[in-house]
Structure formats: C-alpha cells, structure tokens
C-alpha cells in the first residue's frame, strides 16, 4: 500500500507538471483593440489563461492605463501596452494568436453591416500589418460584419503572399454561447453540459444553430419552442444592443466567448488532440468560400472542417435562405479589399 501511495503521488505530480503553466510552451498573444469594451474583459480573460506567457494589447487610445492594471495580476504572462500605430509592428511581432476586436459596434436600428464602411478599413490596416509583422500567427477575427471582415483578411494576406487558410477563423463563438445558454433554459437541462453546434455565418439569419443535433437531446421542445430558440439566437446581439440603449453591443458575453475560443486556439497549437469549436473558415463544405461550421484544431491551426451532419428539415430551409445573404456579404469583403 505504501508503493501503491507512492505510485499515485508521483503519477500527479507527472500529471500536474504536464498541464501547469511551467511545462506549457511559450505563446504570445495580442488583443487589438484592447481598451474597447471587448478588448479590456477579453484582455482580462486571456491575463488569466495559463497558456498565455506573453499579452500584448494594442488599442490607437488608453492602452498605457489598460496594460499597466492588468498587469498587476499574479498570474503566468507578462504584459505590455502599446498604444498608435508607430508600435504596431512591436505589439504583433512574434505572435502566435492575434485576437481583433477593433472597431465600432452596433446602435440600436443598425445592422452588422451598417459598421461595413468604418470596420472595414480598420480590419485591412491591421491585417496588413499582420502580414508584415507575424505572418504565421491565427487570427481570430472579432470585428464584426464577421461575414465580410473575416474575406477582407484572406484578400489582405493573399496579396501580401502569405494567406494561410487554417489560420484565419472568424469568430462565431457567441452564438453558439446563446443557442447553449437558451436552449438549456428552454429544455430545462443543466447548461454545463450544453452542446449546440452553430453554421453558415455571424449576423441575422445568416446564424444557423443547429438543435437537432443539441446535447442532451431534449423530448421536449416543440417545432414552435425550436423555432423560437433559433430566433432568439439570430437576434440574441440586437437584444443586448436595445437593452443597452445607445451604448454599444455585446462586450462581456462577447470576452468570455472571445476568450473560450482563443483558449481553443492555443490548446491546438500545443497539441491536445479533440479540440473541435465552431467558426467561420475557409471551406468546402457548401458552395461558398467562407462558411461557419464545426473545426477541429490543431498545431497548423484548422486541422479539419467538419461537414454540417443530418439537418430537420426546418434547418435544411434554413441553411438554404442563408446561403443568398452570406454569398453576398462574402463578395462584398472582398470586392473592398480587392478594389481599395
Ligand atoms: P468599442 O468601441 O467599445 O471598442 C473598440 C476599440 O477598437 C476601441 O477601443 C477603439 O479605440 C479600437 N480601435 C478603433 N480603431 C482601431 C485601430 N485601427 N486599431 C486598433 N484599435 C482600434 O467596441 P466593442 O464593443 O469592443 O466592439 C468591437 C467590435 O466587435 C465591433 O466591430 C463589434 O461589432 C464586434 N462584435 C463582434 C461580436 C462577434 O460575435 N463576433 C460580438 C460583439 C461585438
């Protein structure tokens, strides 16, 4: 019994060194737009990830303020600030994730495509820089329209001559947040074990969750309480936009998920196998270019992009009155890129 002891004692301690921060690779990421409503609880979020060694957040305003208090946390990265474009270049420079949630968000009355003309221009500038400074680094894309943003990075880096399509990931991650958190309230089920995959892209009707294929099956919801709940997820922004009244769109829900996804991300990239998220990639899976859908992710990033699965036939009607509309915010990102 005593080598019995012995034994488990030292298995743990293998297992804690194996997953504690010291045995963890070093990786670097970067927030842009680190002092927006976002960026600081996403910054926050990512200070307290231990797969984090270094955390660089860059913003055009108040990053000095917001590197300096996060700073000050015990925990395993470092941070530094850097604020205006002259220190870019610094705060990307050997990268392993770039997180970008920089631009504006949604007032009430305005869609995600209202914000095109403004986090259009924004997105390509800090790509190009991307290209420059940390061409093998992911990108997770934040800045919304997601539905053309993420095709303006792959024109941005295809003309720079480094896109890399397991790289660039639109970030869908909040809807799939909402469809878990609303269907475990509507099944009555605990949400912790909540799984609902969400397809197609992020805006409107263009977000497809999938129900049919939710874990734990719920027996019962009706056709109207699935309806309702796919609903409530493609308008699950504009709730807390007109809840907020004028201040802006989501931030808080949108940092955990932001943060949920890069820690996806960065698990990949050290090898822990089964890492499988939603997002928007690159893809064969429908004929557009760009679809959001289940990912498996790996050291390269996008290891594999799983097919959509068996859809009901309220999500197959679905999937087909979203594809017109994603076309077409797709052709518009890069239209931008390619002619500006
Ligand atoms: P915010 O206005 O609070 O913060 C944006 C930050 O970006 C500001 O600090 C601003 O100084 C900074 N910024 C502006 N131009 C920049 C540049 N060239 N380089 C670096 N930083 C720059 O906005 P919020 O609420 O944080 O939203 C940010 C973006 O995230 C919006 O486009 C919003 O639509 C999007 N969003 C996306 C979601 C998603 O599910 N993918 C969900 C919620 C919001």
Redesign the pocket.
């Known amino acids: 019994s005593l080598r019995r002891s012995t034994t488990g004692a030292s298995s743990a301690h293998l297992l804690r060194r194996f997953y504690s921060s010291d045995s963890a690779p070093e990786r670097k990421v970067a927030v842009?737009?680190?002092?927006?409503?976002?960026?600081q609880p996403l910054a926050l979020l990512m200070k307290l990830n231990p797969l984090v060694s270094k955390l660089s957040l860059?913003?055009?305003?108040?990053t000095p303020g917001v590197a300096a208090d996060i700073s000050h946390i015990n925990t395993r990265s470092e941070v530094n600030g850097y604020m205006g474009e002259d220190q870019l270049g610094k705060a990307l420079e050997g990268c392993d994730i770039v997180i970008i949630?920089?631009?504006?968000?949604?007032k009430p009355g305005m869609t995600?495509d209202d914000?095109f003309n403004i986090?259009a221009g924004?997105v390509k500038?800090?790509c190009t820089a991307i290209a420059k400074y940390c061409p093998h680094a992911l990108v997770n894309m934040?800045?919304?329209p997601?539905n053309s943003t993420v095709p303006i990075a792959a024109e941005v880096f295809k003309r720079a001559g480094m896109y890399d399509e397991k790289k660039l990931f639109?970030?869908?991650?909040?809807?799939v947040v909402r469809a878990k958190t609303f269907y475990a309230g509507k099944a009555k089920v605990p949400v912790e074990g909540v799984n609902v995959p969400v397809v197609g892209g992020?805006a409107g009707i263009t977000i497809l969750p999938l129900f049919s294929q939710a874990t734990p099956q719920a027996s019962n919801l009706s056709y109207e309480d699935i309806e309702a709940l796919t609903k409530r997820t493609q308008d699950g922004?504009t709730e807390v936009v007109e809840a907020k009244a004028g201040k802006?769109?989501?931030?808080l829900s949108?940092a955990y998920?932001g943060a949920i996804f890069a820690d996806a991300c960065l698990k990949g990239l050290n090898g822990v196998p089964d890492v499988v998220e939603c997002t928007f990639v690159q893809s064969c899976i429908t004929e557009l270019p760009f679809f959001a859908s289940k990912v498996r992710l790996g050291k390269n990033g996008v290891e594999e992009v799983l097919d959509l699965g068996p859809l009901s036939d309220y999500e197959k009607q679905g999937l087909e009155s979203l594809k017109p509309e994603l076309k077409s915010s797709i052709e518009k990102g890069i239209k931008f890129a390619t002619e500006s």
């Open positions: 842009l737009g680190a002092a927006g409503g976002i960026g860059y913003d055009i305003a108040a949630p920089a631009g504006v968000p949604r995600r914000l986090n924004i500038s800090l934040i800045s919304n997601v639109g970030v869908t991650m909040l809807d992020h922004g802006g769109s989501a931030t949108m998920a």
